[in-house]
């Protein structure tokens, strides 16, 4: 229900402009929705989470204005907290690149290096304030996530080129536990 004063919302705009916008938010709400599901219903194991992401980066490239390459290898393994969590900092790092880049390509990429997960997620957006001083949540909240699972979070730039690059290393099994329990 929206309230109205003299045939406009409380905030003076007219309904004409209101009720799409309204529309979109929670078109994006309900597919963040079914993301979050997606996410949890991921973390029985490692073809699930990597099922997930490919679901994920499929309907991100659907319309072919955005090319997302996604590589995992083979034998990645983490603990159900440590999959939701990742797939959440991909799902943010992607999302952030869109809303303030307008990326052409995205890659995507998690491999192991002895006992840690390496997830890197780089795009061509140029302009990016590494330092987390942003008016967003966006940072802090992959920062938080990365805590969660006791993971060393970084972001800089794109080595390969032009744009921004963050990266997650993960050591399966440490979710949870603080720097002196490791």
């Given at each position: 229900?929206?309230?109205?004063?003299?045939g406009?919302?409380?905030?003076g705009?007219p309904?004409?402009e209101?009720?799409?916008?309204l529309?979109?938010a929670?078109?994006?709400?309900q597919q963040?929705?079914r993301?979050a599901v997606l996410?949890l219903s991921?973390a029985g194991?490692?073809?699930?989470?990597?099922?997930a992401?490919?679901?994920?980066v499929?309907?991100?490239?659907?319309?072919?204005?955005?090319?997302v390459d996604?590589?995992i290898?083979?034998?990645?393994?983490l603990?159900?907290d440590?999959?939701?969590?990742?797939?959440?900092i991909?799902?943010?790092a992607?999302?952030?690149?869109?809303r303030?880049?307008?990326?052409?390509r995205i890659v995507?990429?998690l491999?192991r290096?002895?006992?840690?997960?390496?997830?890197?997620i780089?795009?061509?957006v140029?302009?990016l304030?590494?330092s987390?001083?942003?008016?967003?949540?966006?940072?802090?909240n992959m920062k938080?996530r990365?805590r969660?699972?006791s993971?060393?979070?970084?972001?800089g730039?794109?080595?390969?080129?032009?744009?921004?690059c963050?990266?997650?290393?993960v050591?399966?099994?440490?979710a949870?536990?603080?720097?002196?329990?490791?």
């Open positions: 229900q929206v309230i109205l004063t003299a406009r919302p409380l905030g705009a309904v004409e209101v009720v799409p916008r529309q979109e929670a078109a994006a709400a963040e929705a993301f996410a991921s194991g490692s073809a699930q989470f990597d099922s992401l490919n679901r994920y499929e309907f991100l490239t659907a319309d072919g204005a955005l090319e996604l590589e290898e083979r034998g990645v393994a603990g159900p440590e999959q939701i969590e990742v797939f959440r991909v799902q943010e992607i999302n952030n690149a869109i303030h880049g307008q990326p052409d995507v990429t491999r290096r002895e006992d840690w997960l390496m997830v890197e780089n795009d061509d140029a302009g304030d590494a987390g001083n942003s008016t967003g949540h966006g940072i802090g938080t990365a969660l699972i993971a060393r979070f970084g972001i730039k794109n080595r390969n080129g032009p744009g921004t963050v990266s997650v290393s050591k399966p099994g440490l949870g536990k603080t720097a002196e329990e490791s």
